[in-house]
């Protein structure tokens, strides 16, 4: 019963660990040479912007749903109709491609996570998306 009891205090502690950190990156947004903005359309019209990390794989943009929270992604998937700002420049227009196999397979090995990063998140599924420019 004491080893229940400690594995269930230890996967408690794990998912708050978990749940603080991704709800710190979506306060704080960090943006550096390696993230992008995009925009997104809610289903009321209303604009959305998310700091995401700049991907790329074969000459071609995309972005990635690497948390476990992905408004975003599934406002893009609604609306593929995105507006792209990169390095602070103007926002241009693209359409979000979602990505199949095997395609999701070489964006993801060209674009390995870390160990530490994937236990800080949780172990989210990884979904990418192909930024096509209109």
């Not at 594995?7 to 502690?13: D, G, N, Q």
């Not at 700049?54 to 975003?72: C, D, F, I, T």
Request: with cysteine; net charge positive.
């Amino acid at each position: 019963m004491k080893l229940f009891k400690y594995l269930s205090l230890i996967l408690v502690a794990y998912v708050c660990i978990v749940a603080t950190f991704e709800s710190l990156l979506g306060v704080f947004q960090p943006a550096n040479q390696s993230t992008l903005v995009i925009t997104t359309s809610g289903p009321n019209g209303a604009k959305n912007d998310r700091v995401v990390s700049r991907l790329e794989s074969g000459g071609q943009l995309y972005v990635a749903a690497n948390h476990w929270p992905r408004a975003w992604y599934k406002q893009t998937l609604s609306n593929p109709s995105v507006e792209i700002s990169l390095s602070g420049d103007t926002k241009k227009n693209y359409v979000a491609v979602p990505v199949v196999e095997p395609e999701q397979s070489r964006v993801n090995n060209d674009n390995r996570l870390g160990l530490g990063f994937r236990i800080l998140t949780g172990f989210p599924p990884r979904k990418f998306l192909r930024l096509d420019l209109q």
